[in-house]
């Protein structure tokens, strides 16, 4: 009886090891390391309807007609946080007066729930700016669309890019950036 008992404990022992296993699997998801995605977004091109009002973030003055063209209005360039990224932003203005946010030359490790934020967290170099940018303002833009290439972000209407002048590549699950990059103006 003891026998069949001990088996027992040691088959309910090893059950729960397996689910644990794939629980942390499926919560980590450690292949998406090794999988690349890659986005070859053209810049969008938008037709000027009106002319824009003039505001804090580099809007033309009343009166003035658009640009026939898209303009870019910041940039900057990526610094590693806890994966190596590389690669530029931009925030652009397109001939209608929307903003998009443009990420070019992305290539950054993949991972789980990968974000875009705009933050008004500083962005610093090393181990003290992984974990910023949820500490104050940010706005979650959308999922990453791909670790690898080029690719937009509408900005939301109604929202200043100017009081964010940092972009990350925020992984929520594990609340880290992956890599950041601070805005100048152009």
């Not at 942390?24 to 009106?50: H, I, Q, S």
């Not at 974000?115 to 990453?144: N, Q, T």
Request: hydrophobic share 45%; proline share 6%.
């Amino acid at each position: 009886m003891e026998r069949v008992t001990r088996r027992r404990r040691w088959a309910a022992v090893a059950v729960a090891g397996l689910v644990a296993a794939v629980a942390g699997l499926v919560w980590f998801k450690p292949w998406a390391l090794w999988v690349d995605e890659t986005v070859n977004e053209a810049l969008p091109m938008a037709t000027a309807t009106a002319s824009a009002s003039a505001t804090a973030s580099g809007e033309p003055a009343p009166g003035t007609p658009s640009p026939a063209g898209p303009v870019t209005v910041a940039q900057g360039g990526f610094i590693s946080h806890e994966h190596a990224t590389a690669g530029t932003v931009k925030i652009v203005r397109l001939a209608d007066g929307t903003h998009t946010l443009r990420l070019e030359g992305l290539d950054t490790s993949n991972g789980p729930d990968l974000r875009v934020w705009l933050s008004d967290a500083p962005v610093k170099e090393g181990k003290a700016g992984w974990f910023v940018f949820d500490d104050g303002k940010y706005v979650d833009l959308a999922k990453l669309k791909g670790n690898k290439g080029d690719q937009n972000y509408p900005l939301p209407a109604g929202v200043d890019w100017s009081a964010y002048p940092s972009v990350s590549i925020w992984c929520d699950r594990f609340d880290v950036s992956f890599g950041a990059a601070a805005l100048a103006r152009v």
